[in-house]
């Protein structure tokens, strides 16, 4: 299969904060390839080196098949870019920002109304209406719409959903999905841990590093604790409690639950149920869950990182 994004081990400092150490992956053409992590952990300088827009220190970055480099200027046509914060001409309406991206790339609505047509008919009705008067999930098909207007062959969404509604949200990401289907390459970031089981393949990012590429199904999979979800009105004691406990593994919070794994293993329900009582906890909630990805990738971080 062909390789839409070729990053071998690319590296990226801002004077003392090394931004990216080391980055390799690859993303295949017509694949929906998702970077998952915090804030700080390099997604974003990763996208301005696929974007042209930053030079890596060191390493091979090659996208479309052509070096970021040497051939920015004939990747960029071929490129549709969503940043972070929305970033189109807030004083212009929804069809002036459409018609003005059309124009940068020397094509019409009318000549790529087919591709952008799902998503653009909900902005129809509001086309006179001014950017920064939209509502956020209706930003974010706006500027969904202006980065493919020109038919790009590789989309890059840098956390499109961040600050989104949950129905947005969902909406965005079946859009992503109807794009896949027309044969466009995504690459997109997000902090969602839940938006990573909606890609072919993941990369789990932290700390300027990749900890771990697979499908979200072989992510979840390569968590092989025994995986415990704990529950109890006092939750924040339960925590410190559990951090306490001689055989603990880690403690995360997770929801309503708290995540806990065993340094033996298998748990003695009863033998931790009695600690909890002695320790003013009693009837706590204990039941075997199955991981998901933010449990792996919990997992994947530092020591010091895994115990709240």
């Not at 929906?32 to 042209?52: E, Y």
């Not at 790529?112 to 902005?123: C, F, G, Q, S, T």
């Amino acid at each position: 299969m062909a390789s839409a994004v070729h990053i071998s081990q690319v590296s990226k400092s801002f004077g003392a904060v090394k931004a990216l150490r080391n980055i390799s992956f690859e993303v295949n053409e017509g694949e929906l390839f998702g970077f998952v992590g915090p804030d700080g952990a390099g997604k974003t300088t990763l996208f301005r080196i696929l974007t042209t827009l930053l030079i890596p220190d060191s390493g091979e970055a090659k996208v479309l098949g052509m070096d970021v480099i040497e051939d920015y200027k004939k990747i960029r046509p071929q490129l549709g870019y969503m940043p972070g914060r929305f970033s189109l001409y807030q004083d212009l309406s929804v069809e002036e920002n459409m018609k003005f991206f059309a124009s940068v790339f020397g094509t019409t609505i009318e000549q790529n109304y087919e591709l952008v047509k799902p998503i653009y008919h909900m902005l129809e009705p509001f086309k006179n209406r001014l950017a920064g008067q939209l509502s956020g999930g209706m930003k974010q098909k706006l500027a969904l719409s202006c980065a493919l207007i020109h038919k790009p062959k590789l989309l890059l969404l840098d956390e499109p959903t961040t600050g989104v509604d949950a129905v947005s949200r969902k909406e965005f990401w079946e859009m992503l999905r109807m794009l896949k289907e027309e044969g466009i390459t995504i690459v997109v970031s997000t902090p969602y841990m839940d938006e990573a089981k909606l890609c072919d393949r993941v990369a789990l990012i932290d700390k300027s590093e990749i900890l771990q590429i697979d499908s979200p199904g072989n992510l979840t999979k390569a968590f092989t604790k025994a995986l415990y979800g704990i529950k109890h009105p006092d939750k924040y004691r339960l925590i410190n409690v559990l951090k306490d406990y001689e055989f603990a593994d880690s403690v995360h919070p997770f929801g309503e639950f708290i995540h806990y794994t065993d340094r033996r293993g298998s748990i003695d329900e009863s033998g931790l149920n009695e600690y909890l009582d002695s320790k003013g906890l009693t009837e706590a909630n204990i039941q075997s869950i199955e991981p998901d990805i933010e449990d792996l990738f919990m997992s994947l971080m530092q020591p010091e990182e895994l115990h709240v």
